[in-house]
């Protein structure tokens, strides 16, 4: 059955202290994966799209890269206004809806 | 200028009603979508109409109706509403069939009474 889980559920960090916030799949065939900010009382936002493994995609202070298994959203030197709930998804080769995990609720204090 | 809007966004009744969940986008996309976000954060996509068609409808009660008026409207009809559809609903919307919401609304908090 094709599954994504985001781990950690929650991470809280000072401003300018980097981490990484993982998503792991299993899907049967992966079309594309996708990562989304979720700011509290909001819709999500799209941040980036991965296709295959070794890709690498960034934005400001995110990049986002793909193995087989798993994407990271990797966050250098955060700023507070970098809290959010980040979400992953992926689409299978089927391409149907895309499968969505819990996402990852980051706090990042000055 | 909102590119997904969606009303109300705040929705409070009793168990039974009926209800309805408006959607607009200007954006120009031809699809758009229903998701449905649970209390334990987890989207889920409902329903997705292509060009005022449905192509895509999930495992969702029949009490869930969706209504595409034109491609740049979807709106959500609720019949007989139960306690479990408490949840925020999302309106998001993409270009071409790829499936991939681009632009979500800010959502509607239904609260079953």
């Known amino acids: 059955e094709d599954q994504v889980t985001q781990s950690p559920e929650a991470l809280r960090l000072q401003e300018g202290e980097s981490s990484s916030l993982n998503c792991s799949y299993t899907v049967s065939g992966l079309r594309g994966l996708f990562w989304y900010r979720q700011d509290p009382g909001k819709g999500p936002e799209f941040l980036f799209t991965l296709y295959s493994a070794g890709e690498e995609k960034e934005k400001e202070r995110l990049k986002a890269t793909l193995t087989k298994k798993e994407s990271f959203l990797h966050i250098t030197a955060p700023k507070p206004e970098d809290s959010a709930t980040y979400l992953c998804?992926?689409?299978?080769?089927?391409?149907?809806?895309?499968?969505f995990g819990k996402g990852t609720t980051l706090s990042v204090s000055s | 200028d909102t590119a997904v809007s969606q009303t109300p966004k705040y929705l409070v009744t009793q168990m039974g009603n009926d209800k309805s969940i408006k959607c607009e986008q200007n954006?120009?996309?031809?699809?758009m979508y229903w998701y449905k976000q649970d209390s334990k954060k987890f989207l889920k996509i409902m329903f997705s109409y292509n060009n005022k068609e449905l192509i895509i409808n999930e495992t969702v009660p029949n009490r869930f109706s969706p209504k595409s008026p034109d491609k740049a409207h979807l709106n959500l009809h609720i019949n007989s509403l139960e306690l479990g559809d408490s949840a925020v609903y999302f309106c998001?919307?993409?270009?071409?069939?790829?499936?991939?919401?681009?632009?979500f609304g800010d959502g509607t908090r239904l609260s079953i009474l």
């Open positions: 954006l120009g996309h031809d699809t």
């Open positions: 998001a919307s993409s270009q071409g069939t790829g499936g991939v919401p681009q632009h």
């Open positions: 998804a992926f689409q299978n080769q089927a391409g149907t809806a895309l499968i």
